[in-house]
């Protein structure tokens, strides 16, 4: 009897259709890790955002207390560079870091900020200290100026807008209602001639585009704490209200005391309240 041996073979390969749906699912698989991944840098970049303003207006408030004022304009010439006219949010931190309540240049200037990366590339340093302190023999603070290389050679770009008062402004003012009072806030903010309440995009308003682009900004109030807006509304929708009136407004220069100044980051871009009016100069 011959027995018949059949060789069974077998097939280890995929078909073109099987590859396909592998490759589709790994693709989709990708898709989401990395969608996941960019979430978590942006919430990543927001915590540090809120914990930065949180740790500003902290430092603000304890200025405040012990000196029984709000920042002044006049304790910012006294910080300026001799001669200088040119006065920016840089001044109030000057003015915080004399005093020791917040020296940290990381608290003003985001790494994740777009045009602290573009400053960094361009002038191949960052600043590590805010104010050039000058002492006795006793410790006494002799003289204290910004340190030039926090104002930057053509401008440090600082992530924070920051708010200080006019010499004439009632102290009162600035005690009362502080969880209506918007202090800080992240750079981009447009409050004035243009889309009042939206922030700005990186491409347009003199390179101060909102640091996270036109996705929204946070705003830090005088109580502490702070809050995230994709933007503050129009109408009776607005998301601030005005200091005098208590109207919804979405111009944070109205929801500040009269004589309230906002410091932007740069000279030309300022917000003055005083006498009822404001202007984009002061």
Not at 29 to 55: D, H, P, W, Y
Not at 184 to 195: D, F, K, P, V
Request: net charge positive.
């Amino acid at each position: 009897m011959r027995l018949n041996h059949r060789k069974q073979k077998y097939c280890y390969g995929f078909s073109l259709v099987e590859m396909v749906i592998v490759l589709a699912i790994l693709g989709a698989l990708l898709f989401i890790a990395f969608r996941g991944i960019g979430s978590l840098s942006e919430a990543a970049q927001k915590a540090k955002a809120m914990s930065s303003l949180r740790t500003i207006v902290n430092a603000y408030r304890q200025y405040m207390k012990d000196m029984g004022h709000p920042i002044r304009w006049s304790e910012l010439s006294a910080v300026a560079e001799t001669g200088s006219m040119d006065f920016d949010v840089t001044l109030i931190a000057a003015v915080l870091a004399k005093g020791g309540y917040l020296t940290d240049v990381e608290a003003w200037a985001w790494d994740f900020d777009y045009r602290v990366r573009k400053y960094e590339k361009e002038e191949g340093v960052m600043p590590t200290k805010i104010c050039d302190i000058r002492r006795d023999a006793n410790g006494k603070i002799i003289s204290a100026k910004i340190d030039i290389s926090f104002r930057g050679q053509r401008g440090f770009p600082i992530s924070v807008c920051a708010v200080v008062a006019a010499d004439s402004c009632t102290n009162d003012d600035f005690f009362k209602n502080d969880s209506e009072i918007p202090i800080a806030y992240s750079r981009g903010l447009c409050g004035w001639n243009m889309a009042p309440g939206t922030w700005a995009d990186s491409t347009i308003n003199r390179d101060l585009g909102g640091v996270f682009g036109r996705k929204g900004g946070f705003i830090a109030f005088l109580d502490g704490h702070v809050e995230w807006y994709n933007n503050l509304g129009t109408g009776n929708q607005c998301a601030l209200k005005k200091y005098d009136t208590n109207a919804m407004t979405n111009k944070i220069y109205e929801a500040i005391p009269k004589g309230g100044i906002v410091m932007r980051t740069n000279s030309f871009v300022l917000s003055w309240k005083g006498g009822g009016e404001s202007c984009d100069r002061f």
